[in-house]
């Protein structure tokens, strides 16, 4: 189902049949990743009230998860998506985030979450460094030590020097970040009645970005495919070097 967050909501809400196994069961998967304690609050939503915050944010990625789209969330610039995300699923708090920002109060960085509020160029840079530092630790720690922050050890940050290193955290990188995006991509691709979707993707992300991530990722994937062994790399055709006879 597509639809705004309260849509989705009363959606669920309506196939928990009070009373049976699935509905308790149901609802406490819901609590428990919202963070709510008191089943009376599920009840009030059930009415139609919606909640507000940040269980309101953690709630768009608890239906997500469900297999709704909510449109609230397409509407997100990729990165604060990202880090809605990391926030929903606990893998960093949103009191870090807030402190990381640098804004004046919480709400402005709920603001930001509900997609009612943009950020300057350095914010956002800081919301990259935390998504990319969170989706992979030692990605992070990498990125970290090159944009001058100090809290890598020199022992640590020193082992980052070769490219093998290198090359290996930024892949673990991608891997995590690839393995988010091909479901979306996949869901927008396959649906044959999601024409109108794709139109609006290709209207947000501009069709020039779409072009150059595909060339990126084709020729990202030849070189992959040719370190998977020597014999790999000669019959490749990048070496540029020619078999001796």
């Known amino acids: 189902m597509n639809g705004m967050t309260s849509a989705c909501l009363k959606d669920y809400l309506s196939h928990l049949t009070f009373g049976e196994k699935g509905c308790v069961k149901g609802r406490a998967a819901l609590m428990n990743f919202v963070g709510i304690k008191n089943s009376d609050t599920i009840s009030r939503w059930a009415k139609g009230q919606v909640p507000i915050g940040l269980v309101l944010v953690k709630l768009r990625y608890f239906l997500e998860q469900k297999g709704y789209e909510v449109v609230e969330l397409g509407a997100l610039d990729a990165h604060v998506y990202q880090l809605g995300k990391l926030i929903a699923i606990g893998k960093i708090s949103f009191d870090q985030v807030v402190q990381n920002l640098g804004l004046a109060h919480e709400s402005e960085v709920l603001q930001v979450l509900h997609g009612r509020r943009g950020l300057s160029a350095d914010r956002m840079k800081k919301v990259e460094l935390m998504c990319a530092r969170h989706s992979d630790q ?6 970290a030590s090159n944009n001058g922050e100090q809290n890598v050890p020199k022992s640590e940050a020193s082992a980052y020097g070769s490219l093998e290193s290198e090359t290996l955290h930024l892949l673990k990188g991608v891997d995590e970040i690839v393995s988010l ?6 869901k927008m691709v396959i649906d044959e009645n999601a024409s109108e979707q794709r139109r609006l993707f290709r209207e947000h992300a501009g069709r020039q970005l779409v072009f150059d991530l595909s060339n990126r990722f084709y020729k990202a994937t030849k070189m992959l495919n040719a370190l998977c062994s020597e014999k790999a790399r000669e019959v490749s055709g990048i070496s540029g070097s020619e078999k001796k006879s």
């Open 181 to 186: 995006l091909l479901p979306r991509l996949e």
């Open 138 to 143: 030692n990605l992070g720690r990498f990125v």
